[in-house]
């Protein structure tokens, strides 16, 4: 079984930074992609960022050049870090690892972009 837990999530004015944290329990982490998501009440989630097991990485056009996934395999760790906030980028961020067809995802952390 593999559970997710994020964190990160805060209220930042226009124009900050945060970054967001996914640990992954479980042996398994490092042969698998790891996908941020985020969503917005009344909307599809939406995919933000990949990165793969072998480090390539791939984003929305809407958060390129601003935002940066990595990954920390001996930690079990995925990171978004997130510049130049917008008030857009308000939503719940979840973070996901698809096994063999099975998506297991975080239980989401709230990013709220406001003056």
């Known amino acids: 079984q593999v559970q997710l837990v994020e964190s990160g999530g805060g209220l930042v004015q226009p124009g900050g930074s945060l970054t967001l944290s996914c640990v992954a329990s479980?042996?398994?982490?490092?042969?698998?992609?790891m996908d941020w998501y985020r969503q917005v009440p009344g909307k599809r989630r939406e995919l933000v960022a990949v990165?793969?097991?072998?480090?390539?990485?791939n984003y929305a056009d809407s958060v390129k050049g601003r935002f940066t996934i990595s990954r920390d395999n001996a930690k079990k760790a995925v990171y978004l870090q997130m510049n130049s906030l917008k008030a857009e980028d308000t939503a719940v961020y979840y973070c996901?690892?698809?096994?063999?067809?099975?998506?297991?995802w975080g239980q989401g952390t709230q990013v709220t972009v406001s003056s």
């Open positions: 996901r690892m698809a096994i063999l067809g099975i998506s297991y």
């Open positions: 479980g042996s398994i982490f490092s042969s698998y992609a």
């Open positions: 990165v793969t097991s072998a480090g390539s990485r």
